[in-house]
């Protein structure tokens, strides 16, 4: 952003040809063509240079500029899940192989992403194998997960045809919002367990570590 | 074929309305062959869609016109249904339909019929070159074009407009979708290579009561009707032909074209060459033709995108660069 060696245009529209590739590199928002090794806007934005020599193209908000107002906040219609993007996800079914979960909201794994709310829920799952580091074989998902729970996960496959493969495997990684069978709050007391503040009663889970 | 599950009109029995200025009865607006009609682009007009875009040809100058309108609506990338295979490109499905009322003289059915098939395969063709689906893995995009008015007929049979020639209505209606839906993917968001515009061009032979097929003439940048030989009287090259122009195409080419990396991505080419030669020649003069056509468009959708980014920047505050939209202003000839 210091520097602003290719006259950029102020506006880039998709296909307009930005920079040459050998002393930069094509970042979001562009692509790289391959008759020319071109860097080309693929999308409607203002383009910048950054330090690192890098291009790249983005639209001044998140959220489409629509002038009506939105129910949700910004869901942004263009957030996929890929692999090692970090997920917030609601279960909502158990077998003892595995959780299904429903991801609502996404951070993308380009650098200085935020987590934003997506507009269509995808479905995934945390099979029993990938949601602790240690002891993977003995995990029993009823002792880890409950419907309803809201999990952050890292996403570690695209998966099948209609999941995406998730993994809690990581401290900071696990239950963050809990109730308990009564429907109070859960807090966290440990990594296995959560307590609820009213009845003093302990359920177990995979919990997240507190930031 | 009926359709049994909506309330459809009399089949027959009602007799139609009759206004004074009926589309027939209209003046069309004498212009010189290579000019293109003035366009009417603007995007993000339908709210739930993620893009969308509303096109209409020409502007019109008066509310009784005759004119193409449509709206192009883009939606996702969205998961995919749960049934359909895992694909590691995005899924690019385009839809064109025309409303019942778009034909002026004649209802159309509700049911998809051949022809929206067959454009809306065209239009999926067309589009699908242009965008990245590399970037978004197990989803689906869906484009949907509406017709709500088609300018003149559609080379339906019973519409006819006699004198021979070729129809040039369906492939203004596919070159004005397809240049309709790219603005909207922009619009959306979602990463292309580059914007698809389509162009049509005709060879027209002026209607003087003597029609015969003639050779494909000179595309004049001088404008005129060029003579080239004793059969090839006033065959010239027209570019964005309306079908509701008091002339004969005898041959036309639609094609999608991508202008800044400088590919088609669709050739469509009907009516008749001239016998003596196998018309290659004929063919890519019209194809440049068509091309020259797309490049006008492609102007306007920069433009169209150009100016819904400065509302939008105006919109949320942003707006800081002076002069974003004073260096793009094109003109169109």
């Given at each position: 952003?210091s520097?602003?060696?290719?006259?950029?245009?102020?506006?880039?529209?998709?296909?307009?040809p930005?920079?040459?590739?050998?002393?930069?590199?094509?970042?979001?928002?562009?692509?790289?063509?391959?008759?020319?090794?071109?860097?080309?806007a693929?999308?409607?934005?203002i383009?910048?240079?950054?330090?690192?020599?890098?291009?790249?193209v983005?639209?001044?908000?998140a959220?489409?500029p629509?002038?009506?107002?939105?129910p949700?906040?910004?869901?942004?219609?263009?957030?996929?899940?890929?692999?090692?993007?970090?997920?917030?996800?609601?279960?909502?079914?158990?077998n003892?192989?595995?959780?299904t979960?429903?991801?609502?909201?996404?951070q993308?794994?380009?650098?200085?992403?935020?987590?934003?709310?997506?507009?269509?829920?995808?479905?995934?799952?945390?099979?029993?194998?990938?949601?602790?580091?240690?002891?993977?074989d003995?995990?029993?998902?009823?002792?880890?997960?409950?419907?309803?729970?809201?999990?952050?996960a890292?996403?570690?496959?695209?998966?099948?045809q209609?999941n995406?493969?998730?993994?809690?495997?990581?401290n900071?990684?696990?239950?963050?919002?809990?109730?308990?069978?009564?429907?109070?709050?859960?807090?966290?007391?440990?990594?296995?367990?959560m307590a609820?503040?009213?009845t003093?009663?302990?359920?177990?889970?995979?919990v997240a570590?507190p930031? | 074929m009926t359709?049994?599950?909506?309330?459809?009109?009399?089949?027959?029995?009602t007799?139609?309305?009759?206004?004074l200025t009926g589309?027939?009865h209209q003046?069309?607006?004498k212009?010189s062959?290579?000019?293109?009609?003035?366009?009417?682009?603007?995007?993000?007009?339908?709210?739930?869609a993620?893009?969308?875009?509303?096109?209409?040809?020409?502007?019109?100058?008066s509310?009784?016109?005759?004119?193409l309108?449509?709206t192009?609506?883009?939606?996702?990338p969205?998961p995919?249904?749960?049934?359909?295979?895992?694909?590691?490109?995005?899924?690019?499905t385009?839809?064109?339909?025309?409303s019942?009322?778009?034909?002026?003289g004649?209802?159309?059915?509700?049911?998809r019929?051949?022809?929206?098939?067959?454009?809306?395969?065209?239009?999926?063709l067309a589009?699908?070159?242009?965008?990245?689906?590399?970037k978004y893995?197990?989803?689906?995009?869906?484009?949907?074009?509406?017709?709500l008015?088609?300018?003149?007929?559609l080379?339906?049979?019973?519409?006819?407009?006699?004198?021979?020639?070729?129809e040039?209505?369906?492939?203004?209606?596919?070159?004005?979708?397809?240049?309709?839906?790219?603005?909207?993917?922009?619009?959306?968001g979602?990463?292309?290579?580059?914007?698809?515009?389509?162009g049509?061009?005709?060879?027209?032979l002026?209607?003087?009561?003597?029609?015969e097929v003639g050779?494909?003439?000179?595309?004049g940048?001088?404008g005129?009707?060029?003579?080239?030989?004793?059969?090839?009287?006033k065959?010239?090259?027209?570019?964005d032909?309306?079908p509701?122009g008091?002339?004969?195409?005898?041959?036309?080419?639609?094609?999608?074209?991508?202008?800044?990396?400088?590919?088609?991505?669709?050739?469509w080419?009907k009516?008749?060459?001239s016998?003596s030669?196998?018309?290659?020649?004929?063919?890519?003069?019209l194809?440049?033709?068509?091309?020259?056509?797309?490049?006008?468009?492609?102007?306007?959708?920069?433009?169209a995108?150009?100016?819904?980014?400065?509302?939008?920047?105006?919109e949320i505050?942003?707006i800081?660069?002076?002069?974003?939209?004073?260096?793009?202003?094109?003109?169109?000839?």
């Open positions: 952003m520097q602003d060696p290719p006259l950029l245009p102020p506006l880039a529209l998709p296909g307009q930005l920079a040459q590739s050998p002393p930069y590199t094509a970042g979001t928002g562009t692509h790289t063509q391959n008759s020319t090794s071109t860097i080309t693929s999308i409607a934005g383009p910048r240079a950054h330090t690192d020599m890098s291009i790249s983005t639209r001044p908000t959220s489409h629509h002038s009506h107002p939105n949700n906040p910004n869901p942004n219609p263009l957030l996929l899940p890929e692999v090692a993007s970090a997920v917030l996800a609601r279960v909502t079914r158990l003892p192989r595995q959780a979960v429903e991801i609502f909201a996404l993308a794994n380009h650098a200085g992403a935020e987590m934003g709310v997506c507009e269509h829920t995808f479905q995934g799952l945390i099979r029993a194998q990938d949601v602790r580091a240690t002891e993977r003995r995990v029993k998902i009823l002792d880890c997960f409950r419907v309803g729970d809201v999990v952050r890292v996403v570690i496959s695209l998966g099948d209609s995406y493969y998730l993994s809690t495997a990581s900071s990684l696990g239950v963050i919002v809990a109730h308990s069978d009564a429907g109070d709050p859960l807090h966290p007391i440990n990594w296995r367990q609820c503040a009213r003093g009663i302990v359920e177990e889970r995979k570590k930031i | 359709d049994r599950r909506r309330i459809n009109g009399p089949p027959e029995g007799t139609p309305l009759e206004f589309f027939t003046s069309v607006i212009r062959p290579t000019t293109l009609r003035k366009i009417f682009l603007k995007t993000s007009l339908t709210p739930p993620t893009g969308s875009a509303f096109l209409e040809l020409p502007t019109p100058s509310p009784s016109t005759p004119t309108k449509l192009a609506s883009v939606y996702g969205r995919l249904p749960s049934a359909t295979a895992f694909s590691p490109n995005a899924r690019l385009a839809e064109l339909k025309f019942p009322f778009s034909t002026p004649r209802r159309r059915g509700y049911i019929d051949g022809v929206e098939r067959d454009l809306s395969a065209q239009l999926s589009l699908v070159k242009s965008v990245d689906v590399g893995p197990k989803s689906a995009i869906d484009v949907f074009v509406s017709v008015d088609c300018e003149g007929g080379g339906d049979p019973g519409d006819g407009k006699g004198g021979g020639g070729v040039v209505g369906l492939m203004g209606v596919l070159a004005a979708a397809i240049s309709c839906a790219s603005a909207a993917i922009a619009d959306a979602i990463e292309c290579f580059d914007l698809v515009a389509g049509v061009a005709g060879a027209m002026e209607r003087d009561g003597d029609v050779r494909v003439g000179e595309g940048d001088s005129g009707a060029r003579p080239r030989g004793e059969h090839a009287r065959v010239t090259l027209v570019l032909p309306s509701a008091d002339y004969v195409i005898l041959a036309a080419a639609a094609v999608g074209y991508m202008a800044a990396k400088d590919e088609l991505t669709l050739v080419t009516g008749s060459m016998p030669s196998d018309g290659t020649e004929e063919t890519e003069r194809i440049d033709g068509a091309i020259r056509a797309a490049i006008g468009v492609r102007l306007v959708i920069n433009e995108i150009k100016e819904r980014w400065l509302l939008g920047l105006n505050g942003l800081k660069e002076k002069g974003v939209g004073g260096d793009g202003d094109t003109a169109m000839d």
